[in-house]
């Protein structure tokens, strides 16, 4: 990289990413939580893909029962402390509430939820649930991320001996390797891990399937098996340049900063991030959180097409950061080095008008001749989708994929092969942590049906 921006001193590091939403302390808690109405129909529930009881929750804090919240909130999500933290409340639970139509500030769910899970953590966790005996049967998951850690909690609170095999040395998945520090930090998705295991489920990291461990082998050692792989792979530009050091993806470079070592983290002065997602929002925010001195979003489409929430975008032009519409990457400029790839240098772009609606609606970018300019950067981070590895997928004896995910039974989300089952991104193509923890919920009970219903057994 030609030009990387200067380091900052630890304490600033620390400043430009602490927490977006500061915990409550416990009379504000209580405050908040006396102003929730109890709602009959309780929109908030429904509008949460894993259905907590939001009113019931929030009931017991005005009430001091801080482990029956708890306990509340888990029966429905073991990823509670993530989406309190990370999860696009003010489009879900919090976009639901009534105080909305009488134009009031919602109750802050999520701040809520959030209270109430910091301090089952910190009071160790006291066992909330009894789980069922010991049926004598066996699940494999393969991935701790989200669903397959949601997956196993339930599954053993049904009385299955379930073990999760983790290709990582560090569980978590997305949880914590791929969110921004500013909205929670990596010792929360490891908290949630250890709730799950506290329920005797075993992790396994460390062991790819495929390649440790066979996929045979795995389905010898079970009678069901859930899949909970994640996106692993970036896509890929496909320009000239994208080889050059200092391009990377919104992914690895949000993994490094995950670790908080951040002096280990390189950004450029002047960084372009190609796409308008979510994740390629927390890429641009935290290139300019790490001192970047300019820092330009380029997508394809207009703002009103950009696919990041309204608050993710508006935290990052808080930030200072700019962006480049209706404007497409042509090339990646570098100087050359007769050692290997050269460095970045520019990056070439097009301006480009929307065409007319396809069949989805969507207005396809069209070129304007002659609209070529470069713009001088030291990094470009790429950020336009992930991909999951398919090839893996295909070694799977009857398992029918489709636009690259896996095809599922909606309610069961039972597999063609009728002993897999699979959830979160490998069957969405990449939606919000509550849905994967939502998926892992349901694809549990799917296997519960598989193995003891009649003539259905998995052995």
């Keep these: 990289m030609n030009n990387v921006a200067p380091k ?27 102003r929730c109405l109890y709602c009959f129909d309780s929109p908030c529930m429904k509008a949460c893909p894993t259905h907590i009881d939001v009113s019931t929750f929030i009931k017991k804090i ?24 990370a999860c696009p409340v003010n489009v879900l ?38 789980p069922a005996p010991k049926n004598g049967k066996s699940v494999g998951i393969i991935g701790a991320g989200p669903s397959g850690l949601a997956c196993a909690a339930e599954l053993a609170l049904m009385g299955y001996d379930v073990v999760i095999y983790e290709a990582r040395e560090i569980p978590g998945g997305l949880d914590t390797h791929g969110i921004a520090p500013y909205k929670m930090k990596q010792q929360d998705s490891l908290n949630e891990v250890k709730m799950v295991q506290k329920l005797g489920v075993v992790i396994r990291t460390g062991i790819r399937i495929g390649s440790t461990m066979s996929i045979e082998e795995l389905e010898k050692k079970h009678d069901a098996i859930f899949l909970g792989v994640g996106l692993q792979s970036a896509t890929r530009l496909k320009i000239p340049g994208e080889e050059l050091n200092g391009v990377t993806d919104a992914l690895t470079f949000i993994e490094k900063v995950t670790t908080r070592k951040w002096n280990s983290v390189d950004v450029g002065k002047r960084v372009a991030v190609i796409g308008a997602g979510n994740t390629a929002i927390d890429a641009a925010t935290e290139a300019k959180r790490l001192g970047a001195e300019k820092v330009i979003m380029i997508y394809r489409r207009s703002e009103k097409e950009m696919p990041a929430y309204k608050f993710e975008f508006e ?39 929307l065409g007319e609606p396809d069949n989805e609606g969507r207005r396809k970018p069209k070129p304007i001749p002659g609209s070529e300019f470069q713009i001088p950067v030291d990094m470009v981070i790429t950020s336009v989708g992930e991909n999951i590895d398919e090839t893996f997928l295909a070694r799977i004896p009857n398992l029918k994929t489709q636009n690259g995910v896996v ?4 309610e069961t989300l039972q597999a063609t092969n009728p002993k897999y089952f699979a959830g979160g991104d490998c069957i969405s193509g990449g939606k919000e942590v509550v849905n994967a923890a939502a998926d892992g919920k349901r694809a549990a009970h799917g296997i519960d049906s598989f193995i003891f219903s009649s003539g259905k057994r998995a052995d």
């Excluded at 950061?321 to 497409?328: G, I």
Aim: with cysteine; hydrophobic share 35%.
């Design 8 to 34: 900052l001193s630890n304490e600033e590091y620390e400043a430009n990413f602490a927490e977006l939403h500061p915990p409550f302390t416990s009379p504000a808690a209580t405050a908040e939580a006396n």
């Design 62 to 85: 005005t009430t001091g029962n801080m482990k029956g919240s708890a306990k509340t909130i888990l029966s429905s999500n073991w990823i509670a402390l993530t989406c309190a933290k």
């Design 93 to 130: 639970c919090e976009g639901a509430c009534v105080y909305n139509a009488k134009g009031e500030e919602p109750i802050q769910i999520g701040r809520l939820q959030r209270y109430v899970v910091d301090w089952y953590v910190e009071k160790g966790m006291p066992p909330l649930f009894t």
């Design 315 to 353: 935290l990052a032009k808080k930030d200072g950061v700019e962006f480049q519409f209706l404007t497409v990457p042509k090339n990646i400029l570098g100087s050359k080095s007769p050692l290997g790839n050269g460095k970045v240098e520019a990056i070439e772009c097009l301006k480009v008008e």
């Design 407 to 410: 095809v599922v039974n909606s």
